[in-house]
């Protein structure tokens, strides 16, 4: 998210100075939009939003300025703002499908906690915004600064409390105001004229706000939240590890042994190294190399083949390789026929404070609809965004 870091009160009110000098109403001459009159109080903000491509019209030359904004389309008003991010964060909502037009909005809005859901899974992406959920929604987008309580507005007490810091902090910038006098209406839908205004007032005062340095982030950002970890000899789990990436638009990490396994490893009708580590219970096969970003994981798929009904013991040396604590692990398996049985619980063990969920098995050759269906059933049991 683009830094507005809490500021110092001189250069809070410096900002206040700059941010107000802006004339809101510059005049217009022709605003493009048979109903937007050159002469409106939010004719410049709806150029100023075209201008950004922040937002567009509704379609035969109207931007229809006392109608609504829905929650999906706010989401994607602010990754505009971002510049279109990509996110690796795995969807937790049921009524946000993976491939639509606001998809990437909502993922990011969600990874940012910009926009949160409402539980349930459900992210309301239909529903309009209210006033005290688009001064919120900035308010997070510029990470959450500190504004000294402003005077009480004559309904005060209809603002939810998750808006009261976000309301004070949109009235001291400027960002937006009272609907008349002293009544700021934070439950009434807002307008797409004054969504349009907020943003070019919060867009500007961003843009002449001094920044201070930011501190270089401690956690890289490469990578995502989403890691699709696996093992895999004969290219069965890589398969479906494949499909999870097209899926979830993370990247794979396969769990590469240090000594290949040959034909003659995996010959399990004879005493070959897969059938000795699998009856060796302190086995570890090592590992070559590792996952260097773990840390920024908060959702792990673990991929791996069924040996002798379990997952092979090189998967034991990847969890016992690193602190898992507090990450999610979704396991999942190919076999020639066996099901995941016992093979997943039987590695909680070496990860005891991940929370696991159910693992599921899959044939070598199962279709990208296949794991698709069972991606969109987990959106049930993650945990939703706060
Ligand atoms: C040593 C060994 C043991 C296996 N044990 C089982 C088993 O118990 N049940 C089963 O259905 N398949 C078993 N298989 C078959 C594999 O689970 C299956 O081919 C899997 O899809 C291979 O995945 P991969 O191509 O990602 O390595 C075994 C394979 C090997 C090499």
Redesign the pocket.
Known sequence: MKKFKQLGSFIFALAMVVALAVPVYAAVEDTGYSDVDAGASYAEAVIYCREHELMNGVGNGRFDPEGTLTRAELATVLWRLEDKPVVNYLMQFSDVDSDTWYTEAVRWAASEKVMGGYGGGMFGRKDPVTRQDMVTALWRYADRPDTEAGEDFKDEADIASYASAAVDWAVANGIAGPVSDGVFAPRTNATRAQIAIALMNYDRTKQTTPTAPTEPDPTPSEGGRVLIAY????????GIANHLKEILGTDLYEIVPETPYTSAD?N?NTD?R??RE?NDASARPAISGGVDNMVQHDVIFLGY?????QAPKIISTFLENYDLSGKTIVPFC?????PIGSSAINLHSLAPAATWLDGQRFS?SASRSTVESWVNSLVQVLKPAA
Do not use: M
């Open positions: 093992f895999s000899v004969t290219n069965n789990t890589e995996l399990y070959c897969a059938n699998q083949p069924i040996w002798w009904g190919t076999s020639g026929s066996s070598g």
